[in-house]
């Protein structure tokens, strides 16, 4: 394998099965799993610890730049440190995600994360997912996937997530949710959710994440390949 780090970029709506199809992904090429949207969360904790609201653009300009986020891996397991402090088991909370959305719009709080993910794709091979990845922040990863998914199956995989947990769920709610984020992602005017001219589409509505995980490993294989024709 050549020694220069390989990028894959997963990008995509939440709930079209990114991370389970990367780790998948980085499992079967070796390759360093780098979950983006946990550094937005873990930036969207700090902001909420600090007391500054979602609105308050200004505050996250200022107040995100002294944020001491960095990534480890434990056990194969990326583990995201706050100041230090392992926050995995804070991102997950719709509190979290709903701040991490509203002030991922924030171009000062982007460019801050983008560049710590940019020094981990010139360190390491990667996959990585998220939502600027193959357009910002590796443009030219070898491999590029635009990973959808229909609105009804995403909430369905969401409602199940949290009947799984025992946790009250709505379907009509999620759906509704998962409708306005898509669109506040996608509409942001920095590095909104769109995809790449050179990423292929992947629609996983009617695919297990296995099956989605070969598709990008065919990919894969296939540029590697012509990469040492090459030379
Ligand atoms: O994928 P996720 O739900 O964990 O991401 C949380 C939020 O972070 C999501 O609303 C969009 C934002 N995000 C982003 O703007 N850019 C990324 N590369 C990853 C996530």
Redesign the pocket.
């Known amino acids: 394998m050549s020694k220069i780090p390989v990028s894959i970029a997963i990008d995509g709506p ?1 709930g079209a099965g990114k991370s389970t199809v990367a780790k998948l992904t980085a499992r079967k090429t070796g390759y360093i799993y780098v979950d ?3 550094m ?2 873990a930036m969207a904790l700090f902001l909420i610890r600090r007391g500054i609201g979602a609105e308050d653009a200004e505050a996250i300009s200022r107040v995100s730049q002294e944020a001491d986020i960095s990534i480890e891996y434990r056990d194969g397991e990326q583990v995201v440190l706050l100041d230090g402090e392992n926050v995995n088991a804070f991102l997950r909370t719709e509190e979290v ?1 709903k701040m ?2 509203a002030s ?1 719009v924030n171009a000062d709080l982007r460019r801050k994360l983008v560049e710590l993910q940019q020094e981990l794709g010139a360190r390491t091979s990667v996959v990585m997912d ?4 193959g357009t910002v922040v590796l443009p030219h990863a070898a491999v590029k996937i635009f990973l959808t998914a229909s609105v009804e199956e995403r909430a369905m995989r969401r409602f199940k997530e949290l009947q799984a947990k025992g946790e009250p769920a709505d379907l009509d709610t999620i759906a509704k949710d998962i409708e306005e ?1 898509d669109y506040r ?1 996608s509409h942001r005017a920095v ?1 909104p959710l769109k995809q790449a001219e050179d990423a292929i589409l992947i629609d996983s509505s009617k695919m297990t994440a296995e099956e989605v995980a070969e598709q990008i490993l065919a990919i894969w294989q296939q540029v590697m390949d012509q990469e040492k024709e090459k030379g």
């Open positions: 939440a983006t949207g946990a937005y969360r995600g991490a959305s991922s998220g939502r600027d990845i984020r992602d590095s």
